[in-house]
């Protein structure tokens, strides 16, 4: 909602920049699409390492 009504401010000041940011958006979301993807695997990765790490304490610990 923040959001919208800082869009709503900006195309009230300064329309041409507000037109240019509704239309170039979706452009910057696929953009940075890929990156996203990527996160998610090397976040994955490290969920897989850090659970590598841990399985011997927990092993030790009894859970």
């Given at each position: 909602m923040t959001t919208f009504?800082?869009?709503?401010l900006l195309l009230l000041?300064?329309?041409?920049?507000?037109?240019?940011?509704?239309?170039?958006?979706?452009?910057?979301?696929?953009?940075?699409?890929?990156?996203?993807?990527?996160?998610?695997?090397?976040?994955?990765?490290?969920?897989?390492?850090?659970?590598?790490?841990?399985?011997?304490?927990?092993?030790l610990r009894g859970a």
């Amino acid at each position: 909602m923040t959001t919208f009504l800082l869009w709503l401010l900006l195309l009230l000041l300064c329309w041409p920049i507000a037109l240019l940011a509704l239309v170039l958006y979706p452009f910057v979301w696929l953009l940075l699409l890929p990156f996203r993807l990527l996160g998610f695997a090397v976040e994955g990765a490290f969920g897989l390492i850090r659970g590598l790490f841990l399985l011997p304490g927990r092993i030790l610990r009894g859970a």
